[in-house]
């Protein structure tokens, strides 16, 4: 089945560590998004990536990091500059110009130790 | 500044009723406008959308309708089931390829039986 898979589903991250969160999707979509999602706020974007090796900032991008080297793979990696880095954490796809009709995977919980 | 507002953060309706969720927008660019479903610990499924040259648009028991003059949207499911108890998220875009999603914080329905 085609779908997206988004790896760890709960991760712990100390005080002054990188954390990467994994997103891999086989539904041969071009574009791919990161979304935070915190208590009351919805979703807000993070980075979105609409070709491999090429991503643009979202609303909220300060502390993170992306990369697309791979079309189906599009890591996040939460850096010690994001100073409240607990929320759930959701990446999407979708087809090229489709933004708005977006696929989600399951999300990873972040915490902070 | 909010630009998509869901201002009820939760709903309880009995079984068999109506549910009506609520969302509002202030950006008058907004053309496109969409309703996601998300269970917990599961990402967002897409469940119904509008455009604004519509006002009403309707899939089984989903129907959202459109004021564009008061910029509200509302979603209804009737009738109402316990298997639609979950967090629905309002969100709004510009018909344009390129342009992201912006979301409301979201409304979590409970269906009582």
């Known amino acids: 089945d085609g779908g997206i898979t988004q790896s760890p589903k709960y991760l712990f991250r100390k005080e002054g560590q990188n954390v990467t969160l994994s997103c891999e999707q086989n539904?041969?979509?071009?574009?791919m998004y990161w979304y935070r999602q915190d208590p009351g706020q919805g979703l807000r974007l993070i980075y979105y990536s609409q070709i491999v090796n090429d991503f643009q900032k979202g609303d909220i991008a300060e502390g993170y990091s992306v990369s697309r080297e791979k079309k189906e793979s599009f890591p996040l990696t939460v850096t010690s500059a994001q100073k409240n880095p607990t929320a759930f954490y959701l990446c999407?796809?979708?087809?090229?110009?489709?933004?708005?009709?977006?696929?989600f995977g399951s999300g990873t919980q972040l915490s902070v130790l | 500044d909010q630009q998509v507002k869901q201002n009820s953060p939760s709903l309880s309706v009995q079984e068999g009723r109506i549910s009506i969720l609520n969302c509002d927008y202030t950006?008058?660019?907004?053309?496109?406008f969409l309703w996601y479903k998300k269970y917990p610990a599961e990402g967002p499924t897409f469940l119904i959308s509008?455009?604004?040259?519509?006002d009403k648009n309707e899939d089984g028991r989903f129907t959202v309708f459109l004021n564009k003059s008061a910029k509200h949207l509302s979603l209804h499911i009737v009738p109402s089931q316990p298997g639609d108890s979950a967090v629905y998220f309002c969100?709004?875009?510009?018909?344009?390829?390129?342009?992201?999603?912006?979301f409301g914080g979201g409304t979590r329905l409970m269906v009582k039986p």
């Open positions: 509008i455009s604004s040259i519509k």
């Open positions: 539904l041969n979509h071009d574009a």
């Open positions: 950006n008058s660019m907004f053309d496109y």
């Open positions: 999407a796809s979708s087809r090229q110009g489709a933004a708005r009709k977006l696929f």
């Open positions: 969100a709004a875009t510009i018909n344009n390829a390129g342009n992201m999603l912006t």
